[in-house]
T-cell receptor, first 114, second 113 residues
Framework: NAGVTQTPKFRVLKTGQSMTLLCAQDMNHEYMYWYRQDPGMGLRLIHYSVGEGTTAKGEVPDGYNVSRLKKQNFLLGLESAAPSQTSVYFC?????????????FGPGTRLTVT | KNQVEQSPQSLIILEGKNCTLQCNYTVSPFSNLRWYKQDTGRGPVSLTIMTFSENTKSNGRYTATLDADTKQSSLHITASQLSDSASYICVVSAAHNTDKLIFGTGTRLQVFP
């Protein structure tokens, strides 16, 4: 199993450009998440999905959109990139073990917006 | 406000030595606490998950403790190895929304030979 994969690994955008980050998981997990990690801050949840065709806002959703058309894929879109969106983006997926949701993270995408 | 605070921010130790990392949280109600290891340039990987009824949990040379009364946790690393160099992140889940995680900022550990 590849687990959780993310493409691309690195990207540089100019302000105003758009892009889509792809997350894929082969563990048949229902839940998927997008986080951003910035220096000196803990990971923050952008959007999440509890199943195919459903999405919900997290802690910092502004400037991002997501789609979950297939169970194994979760896309994160930036319609008009801003320098404040320079960050490392992590995708995660989870399943329920007892009363706990075990989250598995992808390797990350480092995005720079100039 | 739900918060997770970790100390120290960074730590340098010699290979073979032990160390302990601290985590204090104000998340309420509490569901579980996790410790993740994050290597540079990689995603976090789970080390342990503890519910409120668990006081200690081990994963190889890693031992986590939890005091739900004082809202404190620690991660003890025994006989450190160079490969232990990483950031260690404490994460707490709130009981009313068991999948919402509050992340600490991490402790950066460097192990030198």
């Amino acid at each position: 199993n590849a687990g959780v994969t993310q493409t691309p690994k690195f990207r540089v955008l100019k302000t105003g450009q758009s892009m889509t980050l792809l997350c894929a998981q082969d563990m048949n997990h229902e839940y998927m998440y997008w986080y951003r990690q910035d220096p000196g801050m803990g990971l923050r949840l952008i959007h999440y999905s509890v199943g195919e065709g459903t999405t919900a806002k997290g802690e910092v959703p502004d400037g991002y959109n997501v789609s979950r058309l297939k169970k194994q894929n979760f896309l994160l879109g930036l319609e008009s990139a801003a320098p404040s969106q320079t960050s490392v983006y992590f995708c995660a997926s989870s399943f329920k073990r007892g009363r706990t949701y075990e989250q598995y993270f992808g390797p990350g995408t480092r995005l720079t917006v100039t | 406000k739900n918060q997770v605070e970790q100390s120290p921010q960074s730590l340098i130790i010699l290979e073979g030595k032990n160390c302990t990392l601290q985590c204090n949280y104000t998340v309420s109600p509490f569901s579980n606490l996790r410790w993740y290891k994050q290597d540079t340039g990689r995603g976090p990987v789970s080390l342990t998950i503890m519910t409120f009824s668990e006081n200690t949990k081990s994963n190889g040379r890693y031992t986590a403790t939890l005091d739900a009364d004082t809202k404190q946790s620690s991660l003890h690393i025994t006989a450190s190895q160079l490969s232990d160099s990483a950031s260690y992140i404490c994460v707490v889940s709130a009981a009313h929304n068991t999948d919402k995680l509050i992340f600490g900022t991490g402790t950066r550990l460097q192990v030198f030979p």
